[in-house]
Antibody, heavy 124, light 110 residues
Framework: QVRLVESGGGVVQPGRSLRLSCAVSGFTFSSYAMHWVRQAPGKGLEWVAVISSDGSLKYYADSVKDRITISRDNSRNTLYVQMNSLRAEDTAVYYC?????????????????WGQGTTVTVSS | QSALTQPRSVSGSPGQSVTISCTGSSSDVGGYNYVSWYQQHPGKAPKLMIYDVTKRPSGVPDRFSGSKSGNTASLTISGLQAEDEADYYCCSYAGSFTFVFGTGTKVTVL
C-alpha cells in the first residue's frame, strides 16, 4: 500500500527553524522525484519545492527559496524540508506529493499521490 | 510565479454541467500542455482529477474532462453529483521544474 506520512509540524515562534519529514512506503522511493506543497488556512495550494530522485537537483518557489531546503534520504525512504527564519505567512498545512501511477504514461507534471499533511503554525 | 486565476465559485444543480476556468500566461498554461486539476474536500488532501490537460487517472469518472485554449484551461464536470461539491484547483508547469497552482474554485451542488 502506497503511503506518504508527514510529520514534524507544530507551533513555532517567528524567526525559528523547523524540519518536516515525509516517510514513504509502498513504492521504490529512490526512483521518484518528490514535491512539497503547502496550504495556508482557508487559502489555496502553493507549490513549494521539488527534489529529483537521486537528490542532485532541487528547485524552489520564489517565495521560499532563500529560507527552505528540500532534501531526501533514499536509504530511509524519507523526504525532508528544512524551514528557516519562519514567518507568520509560513503558517500552513504542508503536504508531500509525487507522481507515481501516471508516471507510467510518461508524465511527471502532476501529483497523483499525496500525504495527509502536517500543520505548521508560526506564532509568538 | 503568480497564481493562476480561477473563479471563486461556481454552482449547478444535480445532473447539470459546470465549467471552471483557469487563466495564466504564455509562461505557464499557454506554454505547456501540463495542466492538472485537483479536487479537495474539506480537511482532506487534494486528489488528482485531470493531468496533461485532458487525461484522466484511473478511477476518475469520465464526467470530468479538461481542455485548454491559449492561456486558459478549463475543467468541465458533466452530470453534476452531490459528491462533486468540493474545492477545485488547477496547476500548471511553469518551466525550470517549477509549478504554479490556481486560486481555487468552490463548486456548490444546489
Amino acid at each position: 500500500q502506497v503511503r506518504l506520512v508527514e510529520s514534524g509540524g507544530g507551533v513555532v515562534q517567528p524567526g525559528r527553524s523547523l524540519r518536516l519529514s515525509c516517510a514513504v512506503s509502498g513504492f521504490t522511493f529512490s526512483s521518484y522525484a518528490m514535491h512539497w506543497v503547502r496550504q495556508a488556512p482557508g487559502k489555496g495550494l502553493e507549490w513549494v519545492a521539488v527534489i529529483s530522485s537521486d537528490g542532485s537537483l532541487k528547485y524552489y518557489a520564489d517565495s521560499v527559496k532563500d529560507r527552505i531546503t528540500i532534501s531526501r534520504d533514499n536509504s530511509r525512504n524519507t523526504l525532508y524540508v528544512q524551514m528557516n527564519s519562519l514567518r507568520a505567512e509560513d503558517t500552513a498545512v504542508y503536504y508531500c506529493a509525487t507522481t507515481l501511477h501516471i508516471a507510467a504514461a510518461g508524465t511527471s507534471h502532476a501529483f497523483d499521490i499525496w500525504g495527509q499533511g502536517t500543520t505548521v503554525t508560526v506564532s509568538s | 510565479q503568480s497564481a493562476l486565476t480561477q473563479p471563486r465559485s461556481v454552482s449547478g444543480s444535480p445532473g447539470q454541467s459546470v465549467t471552471i476556468s483557469c487563466t495564466g500566461s504564455s509562461s505557464d498554461v499557454g506554454g505547456y500542455n501540463y495542466v492538472s486539476w485537483y479536487q479537495q474536500h474539506p480537511g482532506k488532501a487534494p486528489k488528482l482529477m485531470i493531468y496533461d490537460v485532458t487525461k484522466r487517472p484511473s478511477g476518475v469518472p469520465d464526467r470530468f474532462s479538461g481542455s485548454k485554449s491559449g492561456n486558459t484551461a478549463s475543467l468541465t464536470i458533466s452530470g453534476l453529483q452531490a459528491e462533486d461539491e468540493a474545492d477545485y484547483y488547477c496547476c500548471s508547469y511553469a518551466g525550470s521544474f517549477t509549478f504554479v497552482f490556481g486560486t481555487g474554485t468552490k463548486v456548490t451542488v444546489l
